[in-house]
């Protein structure tokens, strides 16, 4: 057989409920813009982005059904979608982030600390369960999470986090994992051609 086609992620679509309110969400507390808007197929669409390059990162789409059941499995995460997650820039801007969610009446927001990352969990209007987060310099087995104290300064968040990551099965800096990874992955992408 032949190798799969090379892919890299460029967006998601979300059906939603509620589009004028989803549409403020995203672009007011998380800053995307609308690049374009309209009508197709029987859907109201609204395309968002972050980035010029990128005509969309998110499309909200009308249609969602009403009344979907929540996750019976785990309450933080949403009826159909388990996350979304988004990077950041740095501690600094997880904590903007924070202050202006925690600002703007955002219920259930979850800072966890998963040694690899520091993120943010919290629901968009609908309920989808978004994660904003920032890489550590280490790696550790996952998962992990426990919570991040968002009070506390910067060289405490490292300190805290480095002796996670250091007691943790697999520690090692994040950059060397990232090469055994890319070598893993060059081997599998190898034998996927070679068969």
Known sequence: SQRPPRLRFSHFGLSVEDIDKMERFYCDLLGFSVTDRGEALGFKLVFLSRNPDDHHQIV??????????PNTVNRDFGPAINQISFWVDGLNELRLLYQKLVG??????????????WSLYFPDPE????????????????????LLDMSLDDDAVLKVTHD????????????Q???????????HQAGLRAS
Not at 104 to 117: L, S, T
Not at 127 to 146: H, I, K, R, S
Not at 177 to 187: D, F, G, I
Request: charged share 20%; proline share 9%.
């Open 60 to 69: 909200l789409a009308t249609g969602k059904p009403a009344n979907i059941p």
């Open 104 to 117: 703007a009446g955002v219920k259930n927001i979850r800072p966890i600390n998963h040694g690899i990352a």
């Open 127 to 146: 309920g989808n369960n978004l994660e904003c987060f920032v890489d550590t310099p280490w790696y550790m087995e996952q998962p992990c999470a426990e």
């Open 164 to 175: 996670l990551c250091r007691r943790s099965k697999g520690y090692r800096p994040y950059a």
């Open 177 to 187: 994992w990232r090469a055994e990874m890319a070598a893993r992955m060059a081997a």
